[in-house]
């Protein structure tokens, strides 16, 4: 691949795949009058969130689509959460249910996301939708970020039979869809976590590797085989010399000349979250899950 090529722009997919998610809503509106609507529920006062929730509203009107937003005070108490949830999941006009993580400490996480109604279930964090992916049934809702870089690694990487993949972190919202995902596309998929004994000893065979692991830098250059193609999932804020960044997982100025191709962070893997949550969120307007 030519120098400057390596570079996955998930910017530039991003806004493709958003144009054409808005002719397919505005389409839906035309045709059938129904207005794509996404509810998005935040608790607290996360500085972080406030500008993400703020993000996917944006994205959500901008692709022709509606959104609601609820925001409840810190002090919020589980029953008063699962209260709204139980109103937006019998409310015909809301199709999209988002609840924004992390959520305050008095508040189960599970119990929240697994009230959510499944065909609601955008974010595909319900234990339903996990389980279909699991089982690998196509017909629940994909987490976005998973489905974001699939999306991502398909764009430099036609064909991924065959290929080794390893998934740096376990999480239930990144690396454990990310290896069902890949698993399914025909990849060996290796899953290391916080008890691996070598990671870099895993990374160092991959042809692919996905890191979201939350660890600014965690990734260095020597664990990359030349010529791998490098996913980073990493969003962590970083003081530099410059101000306040955001960086990803991996140490990106010594795994580029390793890599075939390389998301960066910012402007990789973030854009196409979005993307791909407004997508679940027209398919759950159509009455479709994840395709
Ligand atoms: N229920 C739930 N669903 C989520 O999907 C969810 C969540 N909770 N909690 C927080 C995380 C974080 N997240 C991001 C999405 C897009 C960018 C993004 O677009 N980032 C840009 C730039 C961001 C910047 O510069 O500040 C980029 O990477 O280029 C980042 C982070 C979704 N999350």
């Given at each position: 691949?030519?120098?400057?090529?390596?570079?996955?722009?998930?910017?530039?997919?991003?806004?493709?795949?958003?144009?054409?998610?808005?002719?397919?809503?505005?389409?839906?509106?035309?045709?059938?009058?129904?207005?794509?609507?996404?509810?998005?529920?935040?608790?607290?006062?996360?500085?972080?969130?406030?500008?993400?929730?703020?993000?996917?509203?944006?994205?959500?009107?901008?692709?022709?689509?509606r959104s609601v937003s609820h925001?409840?005070?810190?002090?919020?108490?589980?029953?008063?959460?699962?209260?709204?949830?139980?109103?937006?999941?019998?409310?015909?006009?809301?199709?999209?249910?988002?609840?924004?993580?992390?959520?305050?400490?008095?508040?189960?996480?599970?119990?929240?996301?697994?009230?959510?109604?499944?065909?609601?279930?955008?974010?595909?964090f319900h234990i339903v939708n996990?389980?279909?992916?699991?089982?690998?049934?196509?017909?629940?809702?994909?987490?976005?970020?998973?489905?974001?870089?699939?999306?991502?690694?398909?764009?430099?990487?036609?064909?991924?039979?065959?290929?080794?993949?390893v998934v740096v972190g376990c999480?239930?919202?990144?690396?454990?869809?990310?290896?069902?995902?890949?698993?399914?596309?025909?990849?060996?998929?290796?899953?290391?976590?916080?008890?691996?004994?070598?990671?870099?000893?895993?990374?160092?065979?991959?042809?692919?590797?996905?890191?979201?692991?939350?660890?600014?830098?965690?990734?260095?250059?020597?664990?990359?085989?030349?010529?791998?193609?490098?996913?980073?999932?990493?969003?962590?804020?970083?003081?530099?010399?410059?101000?306040?960044?955001?960086?990803?997982?991996?140490?990106?100025?010594?795994?580029?000349?390793?890599?075939?191709?390389?998301?960066?962070?910012?402007?990789?893997?973030?854009?196409?979250?979005?993307?791909?949550?407004?997508?679940?969120?027209?398919?759950?307007?159509?009455?479709?899950?994840?395709?």
């Amino acid at each position: 691949m030519e120098a400057g090529g390596k570079l996955i722009n998930g910017v530039a997919f991003a806004r493709q795949l958003r144009s054409e998610i808005r002719q397919e809503a505005e389409n839906l509106h035309a045709v059938h009058g129904i207005l794509p609507t996404l509810a998005v529920v935040m608790v607290g006062e996360d500085p972080a969130s406030a500008v993400y929730v703020r993000n996917k509203i944006r994205a959500t009107e901008q692709a022709g689509m509606r959104s609601v937003s609820h925001h409840l005070p810190a002090s919020t108490q589980e029953g008063e959460l699962l209260a709204l949830i139980a109103a937006l999941n019998v409310d015909e006009t809301v199709h999209g249910i988002l609840v924004q993580l992390p959520l305050p400490e008095q508040i189960n996480r599970d119990a929240v996301l697994d009230a959510i109604a499944p065909a609601k279930d955008v974010d595909g964090f319900h234990i339903v939708n996990a389980g279909l992916l699991a089982v690998g049934r196509h017909d629940g809702f994909i987490p976005c970020t998973p489905k974001g870089c699939m999306m991502l690694l398909h764009s430099v990487l036609p064909e991924l039979a065959g290929l080794h993949a390893v998934v740096v972190g376990c999480s239930n919202i990144v690396g454990r869809p990310m290896a069902r995902l890949l698993q399914q596309a025909g990849c060996t998929v290796t899953v290391t976590h916080l008890q691996t004994r070598d990671v870099a000893a895993e990374t160092r065979r991959a042809d692919i590797v996905v890191v979201a692991a939350g660890h600014p830098g965690l990734v260095r250059g020597d664990w990359i085989k030349p010529g791998a193609v490098v996913i980073d999932v990493g969003i962590n804020r970083a003081e530099t010399p410059q101000g306040a960044r955001i960086v990803g997982d991996v140490a990106f100025d010594e795994v580029y000349p390793h890599a075939a191709a390389i998301t960066p962070v910012p402007g990789g893997v973030g854009p196409m979250t979005i993307a791909c949550l407004l997508q679940n969120t027209l398919r759950a307007a159509q009455g479709l899950a994840a395709d």
